[in-house]
């Protein structure tokens, strides 16, 4: 009886050394300077180029400010979970009923509010140089895929007219104003055909709609900016 109760206690001991062995009861406050500063200066990272390659209508600078505090604020949980297992289990319980309702309505917002995320977790456990290269990298790709993507944003050009002749002449001048343009709607009532065409421009101003509002018969012509998505 007494080998099984020192042979139950070494195992109980032994399990709680090794998980206890995993947590720091103290950080020292240079762990905490080098963290914390990391943290920061990631997430100025991000927050600069979420400006630069920003492509959206309005642009949230209450957003971008978000983003720095949301890597702070990860770092500074994950170091306070790696140090004290009932905090660690706490932090999970108390995580577990919180509900982010914020919308999300570009869906490259989502992807800077994840890396965040993640470069915050990853400097307060600990992995700076993952950090680092990572968020390196992950700029890079974002720039190089956005900044191409902004060169060949396209537009939605709605036009009302009246005859036949102007439908035409509105095509021939679309052929030698845009680079490239495709129907997305033709309206035709009694009174007028409107049409809406999907542009893209060849050069970044969009002097070819003063030219076909001077077409005779034209009524209305207004460019609109146009993330991709159409409902008919």
């Known amino acids: 009886m007494e080998n099984n109760n020192n042979n139950e206690t070494s195992f109980s001991d032994l399990l709680n050394t090794e998980v206890l062995s995993n ?3 103290d950080i020292s406050l240079l762990q905490i300077g080098i963290t914390m500063l990391l943290s920061f ?10 400006k630069r390659i920003f492509s959206g209508v309005l642009y949230s600078k209450n957003f971008n400010i978000t983003l720095v ?13 790696g140090s004290n297992l009932v905090l660690s289990l706490g932090m999970v319980g108390a995580l577990s009923i919180v ?50 993507s902004k060169s060949e944003t396209p537009y939605l050009f709605i036009v009302n007219f009246t005859g036949d002749d102007t439908e035409q002449s509105i095509f021939d001048q679309m052929k030698k104003a845009v680079k490239r343009y495709d129907i997305k709607q033709k309206s035709v009532t009694d009174s007028e055909t409107e049409i809406t065409f999907e542009v893209r421009l060849k050069e970044k101003e969009a002097g070819f709609v003063n030219s076909i509002t001077n077409v005779q018969g034209v009524e209305n012509a207004v460019l609109l900016s146009y993330n991709g998505d159409y409902v008919q």
């Open 99 to 148: 509900r982010f309702r914020t919308p999300i309505k570009d869906p490259t917002d989502l992807v800077f509010l994840f890396w965040a995320l993640a470069s915050g977790i990853v400097i307060g456990a600990g992995f700076y140089s993952l950090a680092i290269l990572g968020s390196i990298l992950i700029g890079i790709v974002l720039f190089v895929f956005m900044k191409k």
């Open 23 to 25: 947590f720091n009861t």
């Open 41 to 50: 200066l990631v997430g100025l990272f991000i927050y600069t180029l979420y």
């Open 69 to 81: 505090g949301l890597s702070m604020i990860t770092s500074l949980v994950i170091m306070a979970i």
